[in-house]
């Protein structure tokens, strides 16, 4: 993802489409929170257990991905469950479901199609009903999670077409925005312009 002059959002971005055929139910912004950590807490767990299984198959820069991509959506289950306790201060997070994996390839798909869905479903629904009610830090949290989604996807489908040809790249996270960067050639965020000082490698 290239750096821009600003961070990208629903005003300067044109990729903040809803998918046609939309599958994402939409209530109001506090309900679409819960539901985005619902999701996320799914995915987190998926990609724990997705990264055990890799390890054991032997394919360890893709277990190091899937740690580094569960622990991104750990951020945005943070984001997310902080402007939910606002408004609701009893508000109790999810319990993680069971999870575990299978062959990598398919892991790495599977988790290219959900990370797909976020970017291109979800969020960007939940945005817009977000504009509608003029909840402006939850477009800020739904926009930050939802560009950081689509990198994860890109990241597992690259993974998925080298899973053979691993290298030895470090992943590196951003603690604001869950964004995962391949490799060392970069000098901060492109979506929140966070330091790469401040990342964490993987």
């Known amino acids: 993802m290239k750096v821009r002059a600003t961070t990208p959002n629903h005003e300067n971005a044109t990729n903040f489409s809803v998918a046609a055929g939309s599958t994402t139910v939409v209530g109001t912004t506090l309900e679409n929170l819960k539901a985005a950590v619902c999701g996320e ?3 987190s767990a998926k990609y724990t257990a997705f990264a055990a299984a890799a390890k054991e198959q032997g394919y360890n ?6 740690e580094a991509t569960a622990a991104a959506e750990q951020i945005h289950i943070g984001m997310e469950a902080a402007l939910i306790t606002a408004a609701e201060p009893d508000y109790v997070k999810p ?3 069971a999870a575990e994996g299978i062959a990598t390839d398919l892991n790495l798909i599977s988790g290219a199609l959900g990370e ?6 979800m969020y960007p629904a939940f945005i817009e009903k977000a504009i509608e009610e003029g909840e402006t830090k939850a477009v ?3 926009t930050r999670a939802k560009l950081a989604e689509a990198v994860h996807a890109e990241l597992y489908l690259a993974a998925y077409n080298d899973i ?3 290298d030895d790249d470090t992943f590196y996270l951003c ?3 869950g964004y995962i960067h391949k490799g060392d050639d970069f000098e901060k965020c492109p979506i929140c312009f966070v330091p790469k000082a401040k990342f964490r490698a993987f």
């Open 164 to 166: 053979d040809a691993e």
């Open 61 to 66: 820069q893709i277990a190091r991905l899937f």
């Open 140 to 142: 800020q949290v739904f």
């Open 41 to 43: 807490t799914g995915a």
């Open 175 to 177: 603690p604001v925005c």
């Open 116 to 121: 797909i869905y976020e970017t291109s479903d």
């Open 95 to 97: 319990e993680p479901p």
